[in-house]
């Protein structure tokens, strides 16, 4: 199948969201090796869950199919370019490539506007619109100490 049909994948998975009212007008999908892994839809309002945007829900169906947590050598296409979370768990799932179709802008002119997160991200933490504070007790340095000496830690 050829990078064209791929994202025509993506886009359908996206469009039938709408028309089920599944969700937002968001699909993706994951391919390794010529054949599609994985298939995810934006399911935030059915599933009442915020990260549950199509790049995030294919990503999880692709390592649930190929039983690992990163997917190399897949590539990932979109409908959409990825919002800031999904670059984010594109970068922790490290595809070896991401492909998209409509562009950011294009989602902000629906009402899909991730403009503020990527400004928010260039604010000095204390900035930020959302409070973020360190709190310190004693035992905050447990978890890393521990992981550190551990030695049968599944690295990634
Ligand atoms: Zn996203």
Not at 78 to 106: F, H, L, N
Request: glycine content about 6%; overall charge negative; proline content about 6%.
């Amino acid at each position: 199948m050829s990078d064209f049909l791929f994202m025509e994948k993506a886009i359908e998975l996206a469009l039938n969201n709408v028309i089920t009212r599944h969700g937002g007008p968001f699909g993706a999908i994951v391919v390794k090796d010529g054949k599609i892994i994985g298939r995810g839809r934006n399911e935030v309002t059915t599933s009442n869950d915020p990260t549950a945007h199509a790049e995030v829900q294919a990503i999880r169906d692709a390592c649930k199919h190929l039983n690992t947590f990163q997917l190399d050598d897949c590539e990932i296409y979109t409908s959409c370019e990825p919002c800031p979370m999904c670059i984010g768990a594109i970068y922790w799932a490290r595809p070896k490539a991401v492909y998209y179709a409509a562009t950011k802008q294009d989602a902000a002119k629906i009402g899909f506007d991730d403009q503020f997160i990527y400004e928010q991200l260039e604010l000095p933490v204390e900035l930020r619109k959302i409070p973020m504070k360190q709190i310190s007790p004693s035992t905050g340095a447990l978890p890393f100490k521990t992981w550190e000496n551990s030695q049968d830690k599944v690295e990634y």
